[in-house]
């Protein structure tokens, strides 16, 4: 993973000159002033755990696994917010852990939590580093330094159920990886979010991950099954049968919790046979109104289908739909459907009647391939756009159907408000019976300093989607940038909840300082 961007850096690109004279004339984009500083510019605090200390760590895990390098420390420094990489670009390294530490097994997990409780040392749980919420900054006060334990050892298939079709897996596997593994007993999670190519199976659990294929597999935490988490206060060993009326399920508790309770050392996984046939198409709507109730219908009435989304009109005519073609989009919203399994022409027929019925025209298969070929490639664009001079960020949240036009207004209108004539561009990315998520990218200018420009948006936008009646996050998780808003969200009594359960698994407050818990 590139250290100040995304991804692998032989797959960076430059925009087209005709991208940047638009960006030039219609929001005012001008250059950076300076490049990007290279890796051995990166400014860090000066590591304040003691010799002592290191080789505590080294004493649980080895020392070749105990990681004190500069190299290392940046690369553990923050995650992948348009925040985190404009601070890295321009060197600043100051939420840089002391040293970085690789745990070998459960055991060794337990042990290393019991020593930074003892010690007073943060820990940071990191597995892909793809958090855009500021999930990987922990407060260093009152600690006497932090440590990023980088689950990446953990990375095996332990078995496979196939009666049951549940797979045990460690949470350091990176998602690619979980797929070959699992495809090698014709099986598959189904789980791909945007930051599937680098994102860990722990991390998927701990942000309530939601992938692209959600509408056909389901969000990442219905395919938790049991997980095994150490926490300060010992093991929590969860799940012991696919449903229970034994008390609340502490399943929920862990997923999403972002590491403030517990490490996450196991993951028992429903999986599914891998599909047959997998065919995407597209189909253009007159406006976002219709477009949303032709996908509310498919949610409610079905057949639904493996992948469904849809932008709105600036997204379509942008062409953000399809990364890899940007600038070549239409007029209208587009919607992209995929069907994978069996059955698919049953299912594809089905949904296409609904589709017609409610105003849909017909594309054909191109814009489905199109978007499947660049459906992780945005990442990359938004590296382009910051090195041509442009903050480019996205947010999400989700509402129930009735409130869904008031949220998207909402949003739309505070960002306008806050970044004056920004670029905003929305789809829907997630459909349930009850209600969708809203994804937004935002393109704008950098004014002064931009790290504040964007945070005073975000503070405006967040507002707002409270104020409207949507959730702060539908998949991207609280971190520290959500943090007061979920403190709105969830009430004086949910936060009492959650610092209640803080308390009793982290009496010491080592596990990820400063993250999702008011």
């Known amino acids: ?72 420390r940046v690369r553990h420094t923050r995650g992948k917010s348009t925040p985190d990489l404009l601070l890295m670009r321009v060197g600043d390294g100051s939420d840089a852990p002391d040293a970085v530490v ?19 040392i943060a820990v ?34 332990v078995s496979v159920d196939a009666e049951s079709m549940v797979a045990e897996l460690q949470p350091g596997l990176r998602a690619p990886e979980a797929e070959r593994l699992l495809g090698a007993h014709g099986l598959t999670l189904g789980h791909f979010p945007q930051s599937y190519e680098y994102a860990t ?31 300060p206060a010992g093991t929590l060993e969860l799940g012991r049968a696919p449903r229970s009326a034994a008390g609340p399920d502490l399943r929920q508790l862990m997923l999403g919790s972002e590491g403030v309770f517990g490490v996450i050392t196991s993951l028992r996984l429903r999986v599914r046979r891998l599909p047959a046939e997998k065919v995407y198409e597209g189909w253009r709507f007159a406006s976002f109104r219709e477009g949303s109730a032709a996908l509310r219908a498919l949610a409610q009435e079905g057949p639904l289908p493996t992948v469904l989304r849809l932008s709105d009109e600036t997204e379509t005519m942008i062409g953000l739909a399809r990364p890899d073609a940007i600038g070549g989009g239409d007029t209208g919203c587009l919607v992209i459907a995929g069907y994978e399994g069996a059955s698919v022409a049953e299912r594809r027929a089905g949904a296409a009647a609904v589709l017609s019925r409610l105003g849909g025209a017909p594309l054909g298969e191109a814009p489905g391939e199109a978007w499947e070929h660049g459906r992780f490639s945005a990442p990359y664009l938004r590296d382009s756009l910051l090195a041509a001079g442009a903050t480019v960020e996205t947010l999400e949240t989700a509402a129930f159907w009735s409130g869904l036009p008031r949220l998207y207004d909402a949003v739309r209108l505070a960002l306008l408000g806050s970044l004056g004539s920004p670029l905003v561009m929305c789809h829907i990315s997630h459909v349930y019976e009850t209600g969708a998520s809203l994804y937004f990218t935002v393109v704008t200018a950098q004014h002064g300093d931009p790290v504040e420009q964007w945070a005073r948006a975000k503070e405006a936008v967040t507002t707002a989607i409270v104020e409207a009646g949507g959730t702060v996050s539908h998949h991207h998780g609280v971190g520290r940038e959500h943090r007061r808003a979920y403190a709105t969200e969830l009430g004086p009594v949910g936060v009492e909840i959650l610092r209640a359960v803080k308390s009793r698994l982290d009496p010491a407050g080592i596990l990820n300082p400063g993250v999702l818990v008011p």
């Open 102 to 120: 690789l745990p070998g097994s459960h055991e060794e997990v337990v042990a290393l939590l019991a020593l930074c409780a003892a010690e007073r």
């Open 124 to 157: 940071v749980p990191f597995g892909g580093g793809t958090s855009v919420v500021g999930g990987l900054v922990a407060s260093r006060s009152g600690f006497a330094g932090v440590v990023a334990l980088d689950l990446r050892r953990l990375d095996r298939l």
């Open 1 to 72: 993973m590139l250290w100040s961007g995304w991804g692998d850096p032989a797959l960076a690109r430059e925009l087209p000159e005709q991208v940047r004279e638009l960006l030039r004339e219609v929001l005012g984009v001008r250059s950076p002033d300076a490049p990007p500083v290279p890796l051995d510019s990166v400014r860090l605090p000066p590591a304040t755990l003691s010799a002592g200390q290191l080789e505590a760590l080294a004493g649980v895990t080895g020392a070749e696994h105990v990681l004190t390098s500069h190299e290392a």
């Open 201 to 231: 199976l722990g991390g998927f659990a701990a942000a309530r991950s939601s992938g692209q294929a959600s509408a056909g597999y389901g969000r990442f935490d219905d395919m938790v099954a049991g997980l095994t988490v150490a926490t």
